[in-house]
């Protein structure tokens, strides 16, 4: 679905050619590649092949958000795990928050095509029982206030909707139901970073995640000094360094230059 309105200036989406390994960062609901860009760039440097790209809806504006939905979102996200994979020898995919879920998916739907999975504050359930009424709200309010920038390190901002779009929300948690049935065919590596204080999803989704794929090497690592969008936060660097080295490991038989596990 193309986009009419304007991109904001830190939106744009990522895209750098290095080595036969590839890596595809998906950002969160209302937020931007902003929110991934520097992780891309990081990953960048070490040799990898990267892709951000700007999930239909975000980085414009929230009532254009509205009139997507989570197949819109996946579209993009499949499209770009394609066009990594024709180039590529081996693929792994990064998501935070709604983009974890996203990747989620394309593991499951996609086995051969995914290597590994890192995952960021994932988001696949909230407990929430104003959720229940998401179903008749969101025709009576198009938004409720926004959840982005939950930032802990000052002066960071991810470029996300000050409003939350209820269509868009409700799509979300479609998604989320999605991905849930299916996690038992996630097998692949997973790295999963959990912040501590996080203002947006609840622990229950890393549970769930962690309880409900079959993957045979699954870590939680704990982020005790960064919020929700811990990517451009203060465990930022931390979160960079062990992906690049996780994701070395778990793509066999790449040739990359600088391979981090050499």
Known sequence: ????????????????DGGPTGVLLLHGFTGSPASMTPWGAALAEQGYTVRVPRLPGHGTTWRE?????WEDWYAEADRALT?????????????????????????EQRPAD????VLVN??????????????VLRHLVPSLPGIGNDIKKPGVEESGYDRTPLHALWSQTRLWADVRAN?????????????????????????????GVSSAVAIETILHDSYHVATIDHDAERIW????????????????EGDPAR
């Open 241 to 256: 360094t062990e992906s690049a080295e996780f994701i070395a490991r778990h793509t066999a038989g790449s040739s990359k």
């Open 114 to 117: 995914v290597d590994a999975v």
């Open 83 to 107: 066009e990594l994979r024709s180039r590529c020898d081996h693929v792994a995919v990064a998501g935070l928050s709604m983009g974890g879920a996203l990747t989620l998916r394309l593991a």
């Open 183 to 211: 996690l038992h065919r996630v097998s692949q590596p997973l790295l999963l970073f959990r912040s501590t204080d996080d203002h947006v999803v609840d622990p229950s989704s890393a549970r769930i995640i962690l309880a």
């Open 1 to 16: 679905m193309p986009d009419s309105a304007q991109i904001h200036p830190l939106a744009h989406p990522m895209s750098s």
């Open 65 to 69: 958000m509205n009139a997507t939905r």
């Open 122 to 135: 994932p988001a696949v359930n909230l407990v929430d029982r104003r959720l229940a009424a998401l179903p």
